[in-house]
């Protein structure tokens, strides 16, 4: 309200971490984290494919930000929040494989796997992940383990 004193602000999250532009980017892809998830999960471009798509999450894991994973979640599975796990460090990611998801598809399908340390110990996440594109953008929908 104009003339009041304002509320003091809400506890606000921290600002995402973000690594230098020119370090490797944590998805794996060999590639400067400026030309490569950066730009995704700053929304300065939109990723172009499902895959782009997928590893920018991963490394919005990495780097604990659930902005990006929330706004790159579709509107029918997205969780209304999303708490990450601060025991968990991301160690790694490989795409396995991958189904349509280009530029010139409305579904995509990425599975990979992400490896990452719980509580001290080694694991790994395997998992065939399915994207929509919808207004020119990739979400993600949901996630399943493949049947080994
Ligand atoms: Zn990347």
């Given at each position: 309200?104009?003339?009041?004193?304002?509320?003091?602000?809400?506890?606000?999250?921290?600002?995402?971490?973000?690594?230098?532009?020119?370090?490797?980017?944590?998805?794996?892809s060999?590639?400067?984290?400026?030309?490569?998830?950066?730009?995704?999960?700053?929304?300065?471009?939109?990723?172009?494919?499902?895959?782009?798509?997928?590893?920018?999450?991963?490394?919005?894991?990495?780097?604990?930000?659930?902005?990006?994973?929330?706004?790159t979640?579709?509107?029918?599975t997205?969780?209304a929040?999303?708490?990450?796990?601060a025991?968990?460090?991301?160690?790694?990611?490989?795409?396995?494989?991958?189904?349509?998801?280009t530029a010139?598809?409305?579904r995509?399908?990425?599975?990979?796997?992400?490896?990452?340390?719980?509580?001290?110990?080694?694991?790994?996440?395997?998992?065939?992940?399915?994207?929509?594109?919808?207004?020119?953008?990739w979400?993600?929908?949901?996630?399943?383990?493949?049947?080994?």
């Amino acid at each position: 309200m104009p003339g009041l004193p304002s509320e003091p602000s809400a506890e606000r999250p921290a600002a995402p971490r973000r690594p230098r532009a020119s370090s490797t980017c944590p998805c794996g892809s060999g590639r400067g984290f400026g030309a490569c998830c950066g730009p995704y999960l700053d929304a300065e471009r939109t990723a172009p494919t499902a895959e782009a798509l997928m590893r920018s999450r991963y490394t919005a894991f990495a780097l604990d930000d659930t902005a990006h994973l929330l706004a790159t979640w579709h509107p029918t599975t997205r969780p209304a929040r999303l708490d990450l796990d601060a025991d968990v460090r991301w160690t790694g990611l490989e795409v396995l494989a991958t189904e349509a998801g280009t530029a010139d598809d409305v579904r995509g399908v990425v599975e990979f796997r992400a490896h990452h340390v719980h509580a001290g110990r080694a694991d790994v996440l395997h998992e065939r992940s399915r994207f929509r594109r919808q207004d020119g953008r990739w979400f993600y929908v949901r996630g399943r383990t493949p049947a080994p």
